[in-house]
């Protein structure tokens, strides 16, 4: 067992030298012998010598002193730091080794011969009697690396991603198993991109086109709406643009372009029980819950969205079916019975359609189709279009090199 290591000498002017070390481990009871590792250059193991020599030291000393290959360069060799040096004959490491040995230190021929020696020593120690035996101890195993042990295929590690949609191992990334020079080859589009990356499948050209349609027709409205004048007083404020893209989108919600999920999910829970639409309405309003895709700020009955319109013609021409949208536009004729701004909004009409594409399209089942709604794919399609606005505002914003944003006092009502 090893009582104690201490590594000294390296300063210029060390704390203590190896003689006050060995002196003191002379006197403590638990330590039967000491190991000394000195180098050339300094005088420091001298001091040991002279303590050897005196009789202060009574415990065996195993020692050796590094650098005696400095004999074999034909000019002075500086080892490690400022102390170790080859310099006069009687710091050399021979000189240093041999004057321990004179002294009565236990010194090896090499230093490949130090752990022999050390060795040697504690047995000798064994045999007299100064140290009791003591049983070898069966050291535990290793285990073994787990890279290596997996590799043998002796364990299996459990994985921390799960990925389904894309795989970067081969020589090119795929896409849903669709490798990317074929996206490129076949012309593929954003539509079709996002079809395998998010609905992990290829759709047909007037899906991932509606897809297209949607995002062109959401990437901005101007920039009074929410999501772009938060990007643009965060931009003004000097902000970097992932910054600036992030204050914009996280306006997106309920009241402002969040309402595709939930368009689409009360949408189809009335169209699929049966409801009319004045019972899903009226059902609606006795719950305290708006309708959402239905009711617009600036848009009415006489100024119809023309998002709203280019999304239903191209359904029409396109979709083998529209039975949502066609029950969206019930319930649209009914609460413009009630209030002149209660138009389906963008958000309803790419609620219901999306409905009808995913229905329409038969390539997805029930449970795809309630899940996608429910995870809120519909309105990460707003997300993703209304980042490319947003983005654009930021980009007008630092081009124009437009000053910290600071809002008019004559806007504000102060009240007590």
């Not at 902000?239 to 595709?260: E, M, Y």
């Not at 996608?372 to 914003?397: C, K, M, P, W």
Request: charged fraction near 25%; include cysteine.
């Amino acid at each position: 067992m090893v009582f104690m290591r201490i590594a000294i000498g390296g300063d210029v002017f060390p704390g203590s030298t190896l003689s006050d070390h060995i002196l003191r481990f002379n006197n403590i009871p638990q330590v039967k012998m000491m190991v000394v590792l000195g180098e050339l250059g300094g005088s420091d193991e001298y001091s040991l010598v002279e303590a050897l020599k005196q009789g202060k030291v009574q415990k065996p000393v195993v020692a050796w002193v590094s650098g005696t290959c400095a004999r074999l360069f034909k000019s002075e060799v500086q080892f490690g730091h400022a102390g170790a040096k080859s310099g006069g004959e009687l710091e050399s490491a021979q000189a240093k080794n041999q004057a321990l040995r004179d002294a009565g230190a236990v010194v090896p021929t090499s230093f490949e011969a130090l752990e022999s020696v050390i060795k040697e020593t504690f047995e000798k120690l064994v045999e007299e009697g100064n140290i009791p035996p003591v049983p070898e101890v069966t050291p535990p195993p290793i285990p073994e690396d787990l890279k290596t042990a997996i590799k043998s295929g002796k364990v299996r590690a459990p994985t921390h991603i799960i990925s389904t949609i894309s795989d970067d191992r081969g020589e090119e990334p795929c896409y849903a198993g669709v490798p990317m020079s074929t996206i490129i080859e076949r012309g593929y589009g954003v539509g079709d991109v996002i079809s395998l990356l998010w609905f992990k499948r290829s759709l047909p050209r007037y899906c991932t086109q509606f897809i297209e349609i949607c995002i062109m027709l959401c990437a901005d409205h101007g920039p009074c709406v929410s999501g772009a004048h938060n990007s643009i007083v965060t931009a003004r404020a000097g902000k970097d643009l992932v910054s600036s893209l992030v204050s914009g989108l996280l306006t997106i919600g309920p009241r402002f372009g969040g309402a595709i999920d939930d368009a689409a999910r009360y949408f189809k829970d009335a169209y699929d029980r049966g409801l009319t639409p004045y019972e899903f309405v009226e059902g609606m309003k006795k719950k305290g819950i708006r309708v959402p895709g239905i009711g617009h700020r600036i848009k009415s009955r006489d100024n119809r969205d023309k998002r709203v319109q280019l999304l239903q013609k191209y359904a029409h021409t396109h979709f083998p079916s529209v039975k949502y949208m066609e029950y969206a536009v019930q319930v649209e004729t009914y609460t413009l019975s009630k209030a002149n701004n209660l138009v389906m909004n963008v958000d309803g009409a790419i609620g219901s359609l999306f409905l009808d594409l995913l229905s329409g399209s038969g390539m997805f089942s029930k449970q795809e189709i309630d899940e996608i709604v429910e995870i809120g794919y519909l309105n990460g399609l707003f997300v993703l279009a209304r980042s490319v606005g947003l983005i654009g505002h930021t980009f007008d914003q630092k081009r124009l090199k437009q000053p910290l944003y600071r809002h008019p006092w004559e806007d504000v009502l102060y009240t007590k």
